[in-house]
């Protein structure tokens, strides 16, 4: 992902959040989906840790939009069912939440491209759970890291699997020499209070 410039640092003109935040760096993961080694690459470390993990998964879900992409790939690779979940139901049409047949009790496995705040997946999550279903794991590409996440998981009592996160990417960053040691650490400390941290 390093190489394929899918990380954008920029602690001098940070990027803005939805949720109003400002963070040194941006990952744009929809790269992946441009490279078909490295896109494959991903499919196949989503779907083995999925299989690891969770063997007795019965379906896939994607959060919409973004991870619908890879979730049609891990769920074609494990040849399992897919649906794709939206954080809110739609305003319009069926007015569905989740799009795709789903019944009640199927143990069901969310996938995510990335998880910053954690907020989408953990709607996905409680709207699979509303539809009786079994949530075994939030398995995703990239995680930030965030402890106040990490307390929202535990608080909804959901497991969070990354392929990476922060540490693994600042870490190369470093000795592919695209960030230095003191942005790095200056990362770090955004990554401590990343509310706190401003433009």
Known sequence: MLQL???????????????????????????????PKIRDFIRIELARTIAEIYPDADVIAGVATNAIAHGVLVAEQLGLPFVYVHPTPKDHGLENQIEGDLRPRQNVVVLENQVNIGKNCLKVVEALRNNGCNVLGIVTIFDYGFSSTRKNMEKAEIDLISLTNLETVLHHAENLEIINEEQSKAIQQWQKKPSKWSK
């Not at 899918?6 to 790269?31: T, V």
């Open 5 to 35: 410039k899918a990380f954008k640092f920029q602690l001098n003109n940070p990027f803005k959040w939805a949720n109003g935040w400002y963070a040194p760096l941006y990952c744009d993961d929809r790269k992946i989906l441009s490279y």
